[in-house]
T-cell receptor, first 115, second 113 residues
Framework: DADVTQTPRNRITKTGKRIMLECSQT?????MYWYRQDPGLGLRLIYY???????NKGEISDGYSVSRQAQAKFSLSLESAIPNQTALYFC??????????????FGPGTRLTVL | DQQVKQNSPSLSVQEGRISILNCDYT??????FLWYKKYPAEGPTFLIS?????DKNEDGRFTVFLNKSAKHLSLHIVPSQPGDSAVYFC????????????FGDGTTLTVKP
């Protein structure tokens, strides 16, 4: 079984709709992250959470919100989707600490298309 | 300002030869560097890493070299295999215990049989 799962894997929605992407992990990690990837570009950080009570904005948080329901669950919401939010979204986890613990473990991704 | 740059969007090599993927960074506070590999329809997976206190780290066919003075690192794959065909991301973190990494745009490696 995958350690980091994302649902849905693919989603097509319309401009203005609210959509939620969900992430669950069984690795027992405290830290969770949401990234988006656009074609030909790297991963850009949207939000991150170091524990259930700690939520932080990343470099491109505008238009997004998150909820950390439990240690194992971290959801990303688009309150009113727009076409330029069409992208591949990845959830990741890591352990606290330095060095090797900066390694992140990624889910399989959600391909979101906003029409 | 992009702090981690992979200037080659793509690289094609013959099976059995060496693949060299390059990465440059601008933030002198970065002290830990990672390479991830990504296959289509999958999330990135960790490949190899190096701390700034080292200049080389080797794991099987994969070796990462770090040149701190030039703010440059490279990933060598020897020998290259068709299964190595993937997108490779370079990432860097600044060791503030924040757990955040800055990623490059990736290099697509194609290994031809």
């Amino acid at each position: 079984d995958a350690d980091v799962t994302q649902t849905p894997r693919n989603r097509i929605t319309k401009t203005g709709k609210r959509i939620m992407l969900e992430c669950s992990q069984t690795k027992g990690h405290d830290r969770m992250y949401w990234y988006r990837q656009d074609p030909g570009l790297g991963l850009r950080l949207i939000y991150y959470s170091f524990d259930v009570k700690d939520i932080n904005k990343g470099e491109i948080s505008d238009g997004y919100s998150v909820s950390r329901q439990a240690q194992a669950k971290f959801s990303l919401s688009l309150e009113s989707a727009i076409p330029n939010q069409t992208a591949l979204y990845f959830c990741a986890t890591s352990e606290p600490g330095q060095g090797i613990s900066d390694t992140q473990y990624f889910g399989p991704g959600t391909r979101l298309t906003v029409l | 300002d992009q702090q981690v740059k992979q200037n080659s969007p793509s690289l094609s090599v013959q099976e059995g030869r060496i693949s060299i993927l390059n990465c440059d960074y601008t933030n002198s506070m970065f002290d830990y560097f990672l390479w991830y590999k990504k296959y289509p329809a999958e999330g990135p997976t960790f490949l190899i890493s190096i701390s700034s206190i080292k200049d080389k780290n080797e794991d099987g066919r994969f070796t990462v070299f770090l040149n701190k003075s030039a703010k440059h690192l490279s990933l060598h794959i020897v020998p290259s295999q068709p299964g190595d065909s993937a997108v490779y991301f370079c990432a860097a973190s600044d060791g503030t215990n924040a757990g955040k990494s800055t990623f490059g745009d990736g290099t697509t490696l194609t290994v031809k049989p």
